[in-house]
């Protein structure tokens, strides 16, 4: 009896002492230690981003560690990788953040966590996309609005967001969002509410542009979690919703439907994804070229190919899915005042979630 | 039980002294300072209170609404758990039912997994396109297939889900029932129905208390069943809770909400706590005996029983079963719920075992979840002793103050940690803790803190005080009778509840987003990676696949650790005439009121 429970008071001694021997190792040191000379170069870059699921991660750890590049990638969703640049910007973490879009990224610049920087490709990208000066362009990305193409025919269909509540025919007939948290989401009410801006009105949007919001919950079938829109338009259940363009072709294989989407008279709004460099990051050099390499027409062409995106990179247009390119060729783009939804996006979020979300 | 002793005369013992003085320490840096922090920048952003989030909640129907929901569902599954949950400890351990031992391992299907791949579970079966649906609208063509939604829906799921603490620690501390007494009220004509409800449940009476606080919890804190169930007319306030949170300009409104289900959490418990007082739980005979199981005599009611035993069994089992099944079906298939025998492969588990990261944030989840559950545990053992000896304000303030893990959502706790220490902070010796590997065990103790320390201390409450006292006549140090009497009296009880802090940390993915070491991320981040992307196609049939690896993995720690403490309890010879009971609470899934049920699904997924 008294010999177990030496060894149990050992083990919990034995693993105490291991947690806190682990808590000493810094970063810096621990990634010196497991870095192996990849490429001759020197330690290991830590990139955070939301663009790492369905295998783009390991894609560009791969692509790196070719390039001579060791990384490791921390992935978290577009809010979280935003919260947690602007929680950790007294001692850094990160080295480089990528796939954040602008609306995130200028929360993260308006804190003071980027540090500026123009990449050797800074001229091949429309400067207009990013902030020209610490975030940078690298992927389109067009938030559409898609109806089952086989149900419903181009001129039956919405020619609008607004048609889906103000024409019978579209009531209830199109999935609407039950939270306000993803870009998507977000990206469709900067969309809409841009339109009824007012200086005057509650939050700089008119009671006109308010009562769209109202209407567009009202009307709409709530999304069902963990229940992709295409799964419920593949069973009939709704017609219609909110569609980031990159996903369109492979969802409608997996679930076997046809989609269109709607182009408004207004334009589509588009996301950017960017990639900048943090602020205070002590291997600012290395950070750099790895930049300078992400953001080259080589590699995003390589990336538009594996992942049918868009890129920003005119030189890397050519490497891209024609088809894909021809989209965005003929894409009116909305214009918005980021500026302007930036500031007030946060509000806006907050007041549908406590108002017209039921 | 030495109750009532004055704050003073606990400094008089270095044992106290000690405990006291790293406690003291450990509540200030990690519990108190970090959340005085983000509280302060939360509602003082400017220097300045402000009053808003009060302001905006009470004018927001939807809030108001969310809010009573929750409560609602707290409230309904307080009870409801507690039906559920009696009926199968009795099944399995009070009556002679046949085939109980298969019983109980269905029952104990809870143990091994929850969130939102359970509520998908239940919804394969009974929702509209659902097995038994579309079985029951061949016979009864009128009705609606969209039936199971809805407040009845998310109530019934739920309780069918958080029935593990009644499985582990009810069932605990009936075994703990000196049948002498049972045996007595037979003899003087006592019917079956009346010994259960005069002698059995009474004596079950503080586990029970405890149970129904975590239920009360689990409630409050709802998730992922009502998002896939509950429709548009039953949503709960966590949902919202998660949005706020992630948005610095709303997450004033995250803090009040989550105190506000805190503090109902802090009150629930202080009113359990009173009406336990006062009570003898535990056997007084001399000699006490093993029970022994009962028959129902009346044979109709004996074929009630049964029927309903094994109808509780189908229901538990079904999901499981469906969910290994689809495990193995594409993605499409899983959304669309037309499952064909051809169409399940072994692609999913390949693409997810063979990815890059391979293993290796397996073996990290695993390291950190053993250490953080050892830790909590084996540092909240002598101080569950202390605040079950000593009852006194000073007592009373330090129990208090480790339940602050309950009052806020996780995500704050970590916002908390960082903001705190990525400076040199005197608090720990000048380190700086942000970027180490630490930091996130830190947050993984604290988490389990209050969890950890109701179940603790209720098991050392169960201890029969003349042991105690009988080895202090004989001579016996403080110590020595902790390491001698006490621990291998409560240690069975330890070992469960660190098996559950560690399956609940396995798959943690609010902190460890915010606190992982670069270089060591552990499995919810990678999950996370995995079944994101928009909810797609992959990512879907991805989680059934890491739901059934954490099955695996939760089902053998739970062997391990409790189906052996339970073998080695029945054949050990312990120190004669213990009761061995040990009325002991707890959950595998609750938590902080916010992530609840469900730490594998954040409600927020931005991309």
């Known amino acids: 009896m008294r010999k177990l429970q030496t060894l149990v008071a050992a083990a919990v001694a034995a693993t105490l002492l291991a947690g806190c021997g682990g808590g000493t190792a810094t970063p810096a040191a621990s990634g010196e230690a497991s ?10 870059l830590v990139v955070y981003t939301n663009s790492n699921g369905e295998g783009r991660g390991e894609w560009w750890t791969k692509k790196a560690a070719e390039a001579g590049f060791k990384i490791e990638i921390v992935g978290a969703g577009g809010a979280d990788a935003t919260n947690k640049l602007i929680a950790e910007k007294n001692n850094p973490i990160a080295d480089v953040a990528f796939g954040l879009n602008n609306m995130y990224f200028s929360q993260v610049k308006a804190e003071d966590a980027l540090e500026p920087y123009e990449p050797a490709w800074a001229g091949e990208v429309d400067k207009e996309l990013g902030d020209g000066e610490t975030y940078w362009p690298l992927v389109k990305q067009a938030i559409l609005l898609g109806y089952n193409s086989d149900k419903v025919s181009k001129d039956a269909a919405p020619q609008d967001w607004t048609d889906l509540w103000a024409k019978d025919e579209f009531k209830a007939r199109y999935e609407r969002v039950t939270g306000l948290g993803t870009a998507t989401a977000q990206l469709v009410f900067a969309g809409i509410l841009s339109r009824y801006r007012d200086d005057a009105g509650d939050l700089g949007i008119s009671d006109e542009g308010w009562k769209q919001v109202e209407q567009y919950f009202q009307n709409g079938s ?22 980031p363009s ?40 290395q950070a750099q070229k790895f930049i300078d390499w992400f953001g080259s027409a080589k590699v995003q062409g390589e990336f538009a190919k594996q992942f049918n995106s868009m890129p920003v990179n005119k ?44 | 039980m030495t109750g009532g002793t004055p704050a003073r005369s606990m400094a008089r013992s270095p044992f106290v002294l000690i405990v006291g003085v790293v406690l003291t320490w450990f509540i200030a840096a990690f519990l108190v300072w970090p959340n005085v922090n983000v509280l302060i920048a939360t509602f003082f952003p400017d220097g300045n209170f402000s009053g808003r989030a009060a302001e905006k909640l009470l004018s927001s129907q939807r809030a108001m609404k969310a809010l009573g929901n929750s409560f609602l569902l707290a409230v309904a599954l307080s009870v409801t758990v507690n039906l559920v949950g009696i009926f199968i400890v009795l099944v399995t351990h009070y009556f002679r039912i046949r085939g109980s031992r298969i019983l109980f391992l269905g029952y104990a299907s809870t143990f091994i997994y929850g969130g939102i791949v359970l ?5 394969f079966i009974y929702g509209d396109k659902g097995i038994v649906t579309s079985l029951l609208v061949k016979v009864f063509p009128a009705m609606d297939p969209g039936w199971f939604s809805g407040f009845f829906a998310v109530l019934v799921v739920m309780t069918f889900a958080t029935t593990t603490n009644h499985m582990l620690f009810v069932a605990n501390a009936l075994k703990g029932i000196d049948y002498q007494t049972v045996e007595a009220a037979k003899n003087l004509g006592a019917s079956t129905w009346t010994i259960l409800r005069r002698i059995v449940l009474p004596m079950l009476k503080p586990t029970l208390f405890a149970v129904t606080i975590l239920s009360f919890l689990t409630g409050l804190g709802a998730l992922s069943a009502p998002q896939v169930l509950g429709g548009r007319d039953f949503q709960t306030i966590t949902p919202m809770i998660l949005t706020f949170t992630n948005s610095p300009t709303s997450r004033d409104l995250a803090a009040l909400l989550a105190v506000i289900l805190g503090v109902a959490t802090i009150l629930m418990l202080a009113v359990m706590s009173r009406l336990e007082k006062g009570g003898t739980y535990f056997s007084v005979s001399k000699v006490s005996s093993a029970l022994q199981k009962q028959d129902v ?49 072994l692609d999913n588990y390949v693409r997810v075992l063979t990815q890059q990261s391979g293993l290796r944030p397996f073996v990290v989840s695993v390291v950190y979840s053993a250490l953080a559950a050892v830790i909590a545990v084996g540092g909240l053992l002598f101080v569950a002793r202390l605040l079950q000896k000593y009852k006194n304000w000073v007592a009373n303030v330090f129990e208090y103050l480790l339940h602050i893990p309950w009052i806020l959502p996780s995500a704050l706790l970590a916002l908390g940690l960082i903001i705190s220490y990525d400076h040199p902070n005197p608090l720990v010796g000048g380190a700086v803790l942000t970027g180490t590997t630490v930091i996130l065990l830190i947050a993984f103790v604290t988490v389990k803190i209050p969890f950890t320390l109701r179940m603790l201390k209720a098991s050392f409450a169960s201890v029969n005080s003349s042991l105690e006292e009988a080895a202090a006549i ?28 560690f399956n609940s940390l396995l798959d943690d993915y609010d902190t460890a987003i915010f606190l992982a070491h670069p270089l060591v991320q552990p499995l919810g981040l990678v999950i996370k990676a995995n079944t994101d992307g928009a909810e797609g196609v992959q990512g879907v049939a991805n989680t059934f696949v890491y739901t059934v690896l954490l099955m695996i993995i939760t089902g053998v720690t739970m062997y391990l650790v409790y189906g052996r403490t339970r073998r080695q309890g029945s054949t050990k010879k312990g120190p004669g005439g213990i009761p061995p009971a040990a009325p002991v609470a707890g959950t595998a899934h609750a938590g902080v009121p916010t992530s609840g049920e469900d730490t594998a699904q954040p409600a927020v997924t931005v991309r």
């Open chain 1, 222 to 243: 709530p999304a069902v979690a963990k229940t992709d829109l295409f799964a419920r338009i593949a069973s009939g259940e709704v017609d219609m919703g909110q569609m």
């Open chain 2, 474 to 501: 004989m001579g016996a140090k403080t110590l020595y009778v902790f390491r001698r009497i006490l621990l291998p009296l409560v240690l069975p009880a330890a070992a469960a509840i660190a098996a559950l802090n």
């Open chain 2, 297 to 345: 005599t009346n044979p109709a009611a004996n074929i009630a029983v049964h029927a309903v035993a094994y109808l509780l069994f189908a229901v538990y089992t079904l999901p499981v079963v469906l969910i290994v099944l689809y495990s193995f079906a594409d993605g499409a298939a899983i959304q669309t719920g037309h499952l064909t025998p051809g169409s399940l492969t």
């Open chain 1, 35 to 44: 870095s192996s000379p990849a490429g001759g170069s020197g330690e290991t």
């Open chain 2, 119 to 123: 509520a998908a579970g239940y919804k």
């Open chain 1, 315 to 358: 030189s890397a247009e050519s490497e891209a899915n024609p088809e894909v390119v021809a989209f965005f060729a003929d894409l009116k783009q909305q214009d918005i005042d980021w500026e302007f939804v930036q500031q007030n996006m946060g509000a806006w979020v907050e007041k549908i979630e406590l108002e017209y979300m039921t």
């Open chain 1, 246 to 285: 990159s996903i369109i072709a492979e969802r409608e294989k997996s679930f076997g439907v046809n989609v269109e989407t709607v182009i408004p008279s207004v334009g589509v709004p588009l996301a950017v994804e960017q990639i900048a460099l943090v602020k205070g990051t002590e291997k600012k050099e």
